[in-house]
């Protein structure tokens, strides 16, 4: 009876802790579809709108919008983006909050990139606090974290 009462509370915490795990996912996918909707426009001062401020404290925000240019200059436009792998993180402590990691697949008109996010809630949302973009045409460069 015990062991019975055990499980049904582990399966239950188990089923809360994945609704927000779906929710999470879900928040994030909206937020990313904005991003690359205003890429695909190349409003770029909107597009750097979703990432923290925090992103901005060894990037300035101007220099940002100049690198996204720059993907822009060597990539093409944007002509399809896809999540192909999701990790949803809620951390308790010291780093408490929930990140996302999303890598996505995107096709710019001339050349294929993989692009890697990790995004952090925060009171106006998900919010990007991480990006890399990984493709042959690029220049090397650095992964902008906080």
């Not at 990140?99 to 990790?118: D, G, L, N």
Request: proline content about 3%.
């Amino acid at each position: 009876m015990v062991h019975r009462k055990i499980g049904l509370l582990l399966t239950l915490a188990l089923v809360l802790s994945s609704c927000g795990f779906s929710a999470s996912k879900e928040a994030v996918g909206e937020v990313m579809v904005q991003y690359f909707t205003a890429i695909e426009a190349q409003d770029y001062p909107s597009a750097a709108d979703f990432y923290a401020p925090s992103f901005f404290k060894d990037t300035s925000r101007d220099a940002w919008e100049a690198q996204l240019r720059t993907y822009h200059r060597h990539l093409g436009d944007l002509e399809s983006f896809e999540a192909v792998n999701w990790k949803v993180k809620k951390n308790v402590g010291a780093h408490a909050g929930t990140f996302v990691q999303v890598v996505y697949k995107t096709r710019y008109s001339r050349h294929p990139a993989v692009e890697r996010f990790i995004l952090k809630k925060a009171d106006q949302g998900f919010r990007i606090i991480a990006h890399r973009v990984d493709a042959k045409a690029l220049p090397k460069g650095k992964t902008q974290f906080i």
